[in-house]
């Protein structure tokens, strides 16, 4: 296949943004940072199912994740359903491939020299801060990924859900009402998996629930905050693509739903 076309240049384009921000976020998710704190705000230390002082500590896969569903979302609107389940397979593929070879380079004997660095003017033992980065569990990396997985084929089957009772209107109602369903379900699947499932933690159905509600909040919020982010990219892609060519693909992406 060549990429002569602009649709085949343009899927290839949100493809591999998709799945470059998927792997990205399963990566730099291991670091927890502080909304409040990153906003300079004081903490909101809120109280919930017998959970005290919640506040939004919130894993840094948060930055790419709202972009990943609108790319799953601009896929769905321009080529089908078919394409994006496609693309989240693939994805979810790519990922285990990644923690695969990572687990493998862990295991690699470090070289002397490089063990000890200086980092900021404190001595680091490089191999320990690469094993802690990198080396997730098992039970982090399954959750993450059927997370993602059950969430994207919600937000598709959704997304066409909404925009076979409305048509072509009400772009945000399908794109960002699929977001905030899928990923209300991904916000608890990941944590029940990781933390619930896994012997290591054994959280509580309390804590399950307070910790889910509380990151779906934030995700709540940043989808509502992207919708503006959504129409920018769409109207660029009309553009790139040209009134006519834009139409006959948003109508055969319609069609082919249920092929």
């Known amino acids: 296949m060549t990429y002569k076309t602009k649709e085949s240049r343009l899927f290839l ?4 943004f998709l799945i470059a921000n998927a792997i990205l976020a399963e990566f730099i998710g291991v670091k927890i940072f502080t909304v409040e704190g990153s906003l300079g705000i004081e903490k909101f230390n809120i109280n919930m199912f017998g959970v005290p002082e919640l506040s939004f500590n919130m894993s840094a896969g948060v930055i790419t994740w709202p972009l990943i569903f609108i790319m799953t979302d601009i896929i769905n ?12 397979i693939l994805a979810a593929i790519l990922i285990s491939y990644a923690f695969l070879v990572v687990g493998f380079a862990i295991g690699l004997i470090p070289s002397d020299f490089w063990i000890s660095q200086k980092i900021d003017g404190e001595t680091v033992n490089m191999n320990l801060a690469f094993k802690g980065i990198f080396g997730q569990g098992m039970w982090i990396i ?17 997304f066409h859900q909404i925009k076979r009772n409305t ?10 009402g699929s977001t905030l369903a ?17 012997p290591q933690y054994s959280w509580s159905w309390q804590m399950v629930a307070a910790i ?48």
């Open 13 to 16: 384009v949100l493809g591999a």
């Open 77 to 88: 609107e321009y080529f089908g359903l078919k394409q994006v389940r496609f693309l989240s």
């Open 142 to 158: 399954a959750g993450s990924i059927i997370a993602f997985l059950i969430g994207q084929m919600v937000d598709v089957f959704l």
């Open 167 to 176: 048509g072509e209107r009400l772009l945000w109602l399908r794109a960002t």
């Open 182 to 198: 899928s990923q209300f379900i991904d916000s608890f699947v990941v944590i029940f998996i990781a933390f619930y499932l896994n």
């Open 212 to 259: 889910g509600l509380v990151n779906y909040t934030y995700k709540f919020v940043v989808a509502i905050l992207m919708t503006p982010l959504l129409y920018f990219v769409h109207g660029i892609i009309d553009r790139y693509l040209g009134k006519e060519l834009s139409q006959k693909m948003i109508s055969e992406a319609a069609g082919n739903t249920n092929n």
